[in-house]
């Protein structure tokens, strides 16, 4: 298939929403398989509710998740005057004409439409009215001379050949009386002009289709490939919302979770291929198609998000998870009690012990919090676990340990481990009497990694240290 051009077109009256981060995933697959490009208009033309952090948390999240768009970024209000252009062409070749129905007469019409149960139409009166007949105060708009007879077609690809009776859609309106185009005329204009060929994006837009096509039909445009894909849904069936986790792309960064591991969630969120999990960017590429895409919404399962980013985790190199949580450090340490960046030293240990850390925790804000050791200070708070193992017996083996361990020529895995056996033997112990309030004593928490790797990675000096603090 040959130059395939498809767009991502988000309105930025806020942040860039899952639903939103799979519709441009699908679009930058889409043109990645057929080595096409993937467009990326913002529709800026609601002035009132677009902002400029919104076009920048947008751009943010895209970037974030891996999906660079195509040319330079389109913005739709910039294009007005075109959008308008198109609107008298259609004018002067007698496919829209000027309608002067007052807002009185408009509401009527809602009001009548209302009490028979049936959708607000515009009846057409200015249809083949001359315009010399309307007073002269009254500024029209240009109203799309639909048919009003046959059927507007969509074959979909994902929903399938979609059938509208032409007699149950009214004359849109393309430019209203200030001048400004409508969001239907700006979005099929903008399309045309892009020169996109497949239009992918929510179901939500499907009743837009008919519109959009009889505009193309009038302009004498090709109408491009649609299909529209059905919306994400959270756990419990309903349309998916902030408490289900409907957060923006953003959001995610901060949860810690990794930008490849959500795009290999979001890909499999209403497609499927076979019963493939995961997907190397290329595997996704080589394999995404339209047909590979349900009528069914699909449901968000935060659990099974974690899942697979635990995969990627676990399969990611020690310096590449350590650069992970240095990015979103800025965002989440003070919660932590983290540091905002890690020095050279605090970030050799972090690499050290990243073995022994990424093989339990499901997200990297989870392996920060498991990474406490490294950077908690002096003297640890223990949680209330930790604390419970702390007991007087426990405080003064811990002494009668420390002591042993400074005489230790070797600070190895084998030689503290060997070393705390022997303790626990001479005591009587079992070794997890004695590894458990070590545990506890060294990571402030009642689980951690092995606690011989913790005890080589912080060093025997603050090993010495820390233990020291218990007697305080």
């Known amino acids: 298939m040959s130059n395939v051009v498809t767009r991502f077109a988000p309105s930025p009256t806020g942040f860039l929403h899952i639903g939103?981060?799979?519709?441009?995933l699908f679009n930058w697959l889409y043109a990645k398989r057929f080595g096409g490009?993937?467009?990326?208009?913002?529709?800026?033309t609601d002035r009132e509710r677009s902002t400029d952090a919104a076009i920048a948390a947008i751009i943010d999240?895209?970037?974030?998740?891996?999906?660079?768009w195509d040319g330079d970024i389109v913005y739709q209000f910039s294009r007005a005057a075109r959008h308008r252009e198109v609107a008298e062409k259609l004018l002067a070749e007698g496919k829209a004409y000027y309608c002067y129905a007052t807002p009185q007469e408009l509401e009527e019409m809602r009001e009548k439409a209302r009490a028979e149960g049936r959708p607000m139409r515009y009846?057409?009166?200015w249809r083949d009215r001359d315009p010399k007949e309307a007073p002269d105060s009254l500024k029209p708009v240009i109203r799309l001379k639909a048919p009003q007879e046959g059927e507007t077609i969509v074959?979909?690809?994902v929903q399938g050949r979609v059938v509208w009776q032409n007699k149950?859609?009214?004359d849109l309106v393309l430019l209203r009386s200030d001048g400004t185009p409508t969001y239907m005329l700006a979005v099929v204009v903008d399309d045309h002009d892009m020169s996109v060929t497949h239009i992918i994006r929510g179901d939500d837009h499907l009743t837009n289709a008919a519109r959009q096509t009889q505009i193309y039909q009038a302009a004498g445009w090709d109408v491009p490939v649609m299909a529209h894909i059905p919306l994400i849904h959270g756990p419990d069936g309903a349309k998916l919302s902030k408490r289900h986790g409907a957060l923006g792309v953003e959001a995610y960064r901060a949860l810690g979770y990794l930008p490849a591991a959500l795009r290999n969630y979001l890909v499999r969120l209403g497609w499927s291929h076979g019963d493939q999990e995961f997907f190397s960017t290329e595997e996704m590429i080589a394999a995404f198609n339209l047909d590979g895409i349900g009528r069914s919404p699909a449901r968000f399962d935060f659990a099974k998000l974690e899942n697979i980013n635990g995969h990627y985790m676990r399969a990611a190199s020690d310096a590449d998870l350590v650069a992970a949580i240095e990015t979103i450090l800025p965002e989440v340490a003070q919660a932590h009690g983290a540091p905002l960046a890690l020095d050279p030293a605090l970030r050799a240990k972090f690499i050290a012990a990243m073995p022994g850390l990424k093989e339990r925790a499901k997200t990297l804000v989870e392996l920060l919090d498991s990474a406490y050791y490294l950077y908690a200070t002096r003297p640890l708070k223990p949680d209330a676990k930790a604390e419970s193992l702390l007991d007087e017996t426990a405080r003064k083996r811990m002494a009668a340990l420390a002591d042993i361990l400074k005489t230790l020529p070797?600070?190895?895995?084998?030689?503290?481990?060997?070393?705390?056996r022997s303790f626990a033997e001479a005591e009587g112990a079992k070794l997890g009497q004695i590894a458990q309030p070590l545990r506890a004593a060294l990571t402030g928490r009642g689980t951690s990694p092995p606690i011989f790797d913790v005890m080589v990675v912080i060093g025997k000096e603050e090993t010495l240290a820390r233990l020291a603090d218990l007697a305080l």
């Open 155 to 157: 074959n979909d690809q």
């Open 61 to 68: 999240g895209l970037q974030w998740l891996g999906l660079e």
């Open 123 to 125: 009846d057409g009166r």
């Open 168 to 170: 149950d859609l009214d």
């Open 37 to 44: 490009k993937m467009m990326l208009r913002i529709e800026d």
């Open 410 to 420: 070797e600070w190895t895995i084998e030689a503290t481990e060997a070393a705390v």
């Open 20 to 24: 939103g981060g799979r519709t441009a």
